[in-house]
């Protein structure tokens, strides 16, 4: 007599979505607080249109993130956001666990089909410029220079740098 199987769920990664989401709360608050700071981010984010929403998602049911633009500022506006301008999403938990962890730059997961887009791409192609500044700011060196294609040009990396981790992230400041 054959035995019968079900269909067999996949669980949870649940270590891999807890970093995530702590990745994606440094991310925004970190991208909130640089863009006060910032020149090069500044200026990127004022070419936004007010009230700009912008999401990053792993899919298909994982953390995400949101920013929108109000008041001339951008805000990290936690998880949930769903209607947004811009989508960014991860395919699923291991593409997001390689780019959020710095083990693979967003160049690449794109060109590797981990990353999917909705909306405009010219304002993508904007905030991953932003998120070069961020990331030189949050990473040293030799661990940016394997994320991004160019080291972006910042001043005072190390005072920058302090003022993020220390205010920047904490208080979102």
Known sequence: MPREYGPVKPGRKWLKEGVARIVFFVLGRAFQSAARM???IRREVAQWEEGFRLAMRILPDGPSMGL???DGRIRYVGE?????????????????????TPQMGSARAFA???I????????????VRCLDRLLAYMYPAFICNRLVKRMPQIKRPFRRRLYLYVLGIPFGI
């Not at 301008?85 to 959020?100: G, M, T």
């Not at 909306?119 to 905030?127: E, K, L, N, Q, T």
């Open 38 to 40: 910032d020149e090069g």
């Open 80 to 100: 949930g956001s769903v209607d947004a301008d811009l989508v960014i999403r991860f395919k699923n938990i291991e593409s997001a666990f390689l780019v959020l």
């Open 116 to 127: 999917g887009l909705v909306g405009d791409v010219a304002r993508s192609m904007s905030f």
């Open 68 to 70: 929108t633009k109000r």
């Open 112 to 114: 590797e089909n981990r």
